[in-house]
């Protein structure tokens, strides 16, 4: 009964290639994000979803484009891959509700470009 | 602009001992703080906030973060460290977006914490 799932969990592959990471949350949330995380462990934001409706884009190179079927789902879409894309991506959600909440996250997908 | 620092890169104490992993923030307006840690190769559990009143707060795994305004400062706390403590801590404060409550997290650049035995 995981609250936030990504798949897949790793991803190796060649640049100039097009990925996609898959993102679920049963928590009945309205808002999903994408984060970052990159070889020093900083973390970033990168986009922000609620209820299917992009808000936010944290200026990210447009081969990235986040798609949101649903507000369970949050995939993200990485086109013509670089050697720069490598890193550990998160998705999270939040419920939309009165009263700041915490956001919760997924184990993340370490994405290897070669 | 809204930022969120965490001055050591690695804090090292002893099992049993009391830990602190200090955090300031930059914020206008109020401050929502967040404290999340990280185990290897695992996402990031939160541990506790701060949004209003009682500036001691207790969260998960026997932690507790002291919020100092004037001191703009977020600091997490623990009284006797375990060595299953030992993971990355990130401190993060919220930015709202517009209306509705949807915002995002600005992360400090994360603290290891080694608890040795």
């Known amino acids: 009964d995981t609250a936030v799932s990504q798949t897949p969990k790793y991803l190796v592959t060649q640049m100039g290639n097009d990925k996609s990471i898959k993102c679920e949350q049963n928590?009945?949330?309205?808002?999903m994000y994408w984060y970052k995380q990159d070889s020093k462990k900083f973390l970033k934001i990168m986009f922000s979803?609620?209820?299917?409706?992009?808000?936010i884009n944290e200026t990210v190179p447009n081969r990235f484009s986040p798609k949101s079927p649903d507000k369970a789902h949050l995939n993200l879409h990485i086109n013509s891959l670089e050697l720069g894309d490598s890193a550990v991506y998160f998705c999270?959600?939040?419920?939309?509700?009165?009263?700041?909440?915490?956001?919760?996250f997924g184990q993340g997908t370490r994405l290897t470009v070669v | 602009a809204q930022s969120v620092a965490q001055p050591e890169d690695q804090v090292k104490v002893a099992e049993g001992n009391p830990l602190t992993v200090k955090c300031t923030y930059s914020?206008?307006?109020?401050?929502?703080l967040f404290w999340y840690v990280q185990y290897p190769n695992r996402g990031l559990q939160f541990l506790l906030k701060?949004?209003?009143?009682?500036?001691l707060v207790k969260g998960s795994y026997g932690f507790e973060a002291e919020f100092n305004k004037s001191q703009t400062s977020f600091h997490l706390k623990k009284p006797s460290a375990l060595v299953s403590d030992s993971a990355l801590y990130f401190c993060?404060?919220?930015?709202?977006?517009?209306?509705?409550?949807?915002?995002?997290?600005?992360f400090g650049q994360g603290t290891t914490l080694q608890v040795k035995p």
């Open positions: 999270a959600s939040s419920p939309r509700r009165p009263g700041i909440t915490e956001a919760f």
């Open positions: 928590l009945g949330h309205d808002t």
């Open positions: 701060y949004i209003t009143g009682d500036n």
């Open positions: 914020v206008s307006g109020n401050p929502y």
């Open positions: 993060a404060v919220r930015v709202d977006h517009g209306s509705g409550n949807t915002g995002k997290l600005i």
């Open positions: 979803y609620n209820n299917k409706e992009l808000i």
